[in-house]
């Protein structure tokens, strides 16, 4: 049961920095959301919303940044 607790809380605690990095992104006014290409629908009582762009440049950023630590924790 130990590697189960141990597994919770360290998703926990990436939930939280991941929470804290949106937070900070809404601060300080990144158009994340916003991009050209993000699909917008409105109708009188529909919102469908596509952020199709933001979720590539997101993944990008991400894979960048997982491959710099993944490089960094094997040397």
Do not use: H, Q, W
């Amino acid at each position: 049961m130990l590697p189960v607790a141990r597994i919770l809380i360290i998703t926990g605690l990436v939930l939280v920095i991941i929470g804290g990095l949106v937070y900070l992104a809404a601060r300080t006014g990144l158009p994340l959301g916003r991009l050209p290409g993000d699909i917008r629908i409105e109708r009188d009582n529909f919102t469908c919303f596509f952020p199709i762009v933001t979720s590539i440049v997101l993944s990008i950023v991400l894979t960048l940044v997982l491959n710099i630590i993944v490089r960094m924790l094997n040397k």
